[in-house]
């Protein structure tokens, strides 16, 4: 097909052409339109479109408008480029006015509202006197150039600064989970967790090729019941049992039904728990004979985690996990069926051998945790 569009340059302009190119005179944009004329002048390489294309990484369209350009603007424009017909758009918003948007979305929102939204945002930015008018679109333009989004709240477990008693229950534990497996004295994570039981009041219509699993939106609450979860780390092995309360006889029962089966053997057990009221000694004198409770407590090796700091207990990840997996976006109605879906699951876990790998140790503690540990004054 024959170009509508000839380039043919003079000695001077390929001269000047040369020079862009060698010095890089510009910007890159018109250093590669200095190279596409220089390829497309038919008293010279007279190189096609295609080639064109595909030397300088560029579309063939890219190649005919800048042709079509040097025949018809001449070849300075056709070599610096279409001038801009209007100004560009100031910007709405300086340095201080965006450090001020983005300080009042970190802070409250006003009465009435539970988070901000743009749309607020951006009438709280007016009534301000900030701008005298502006877009959600622009507030959210600013927000993401600064690194922030729509964010909600995130929930953290954060520990109090400078607090010794929370520095020894945590190196205790961590220096726990560093002793090597002992058969005779293994180390056991106990936690405990609610659960709201829902029953179906319409029974829900399975999944098929042509819709998802469809369930009623009205259900029926049918009380709570408490998940008591015992994980071995170093072995691999976890337990899980729904009791309709959470006391101190539950986990007493509880723990007398361990000491007894599985750990029968064991001369003690090394007991990582929360410090609650229930977790106590004294909770097997108010379940038991004295004599019974006296022999349960001498096998139990207490190892409490600090206050606000649960995350240092296993059994939490384990019970994390039964969550996700076994428990969450489903509805069970009953403690029955609760402990059997909880006990399938822990048994294909324990199947499986999944154990647990603890990396942190007292030192990672001390030089991570810094602010945690008190200063020591003279």
Known sequence: MQKKYIVRLTEKERDQLDETIKKL???????????????????????????????????????????????????????????????????????????????????????GYANWTLRLLARQVVELELVPSISHETIRQTLKKNGMNNRKIQYWVIPPKNDAEFVANMEEVLETYKKPYNAGNPVVCMDEQPVQLIKETRQPKPATKNHPRRVDYEYERNGTASIFMFTEPLSGWREAIARSRRTKIDWAIEM???????????????????????????????????????????????????KHGSWLNIAENELSSMTRQCVSDRRIGDIETLQKEIKAWSADVNDRQRGVEWHMKIDDARFKLKSIYPQIKF
């Open 25 to 111: 005179k510009g910007s890159g944009q018109k250093v590669r339109r200095a190279q596409i004329l220089l390829k497309a002048d038919a008293d010279g390489p007279c190189w096609t479109d295609r080639q064109i294309a595909e030397a300088f990484c560029c579309r063939t369209k890219t190649v005919e408008n800048i042709r079509q350009g040097f025949v018809l603007n001449g070849f300075q424009q056709a070599l610096d480029g279409k001038k801009r017909e209007h100004s560009p758009t100031p910007k709405l918003l300086n340095g201080d006015q965006e450090a001020q948007i983005i300080a009042t979305r970190l802070g409250p929102p006003p009465p």
């Open 256 to 306: 007398a039904h361990l000491l007894e089966g599985r750990y029968a053997d064991c001369e003690k057990i090394t007991l990582v728990c929360d410090n609650l009221n229930t977790h106590t000694k004294g909770a097997f004198y108010e379940a038991f004979e004295p004599e019974r409770a006296r022999a349960l407590v001498r096998r139990v090796q207490f190892c409490y985690t600090p």
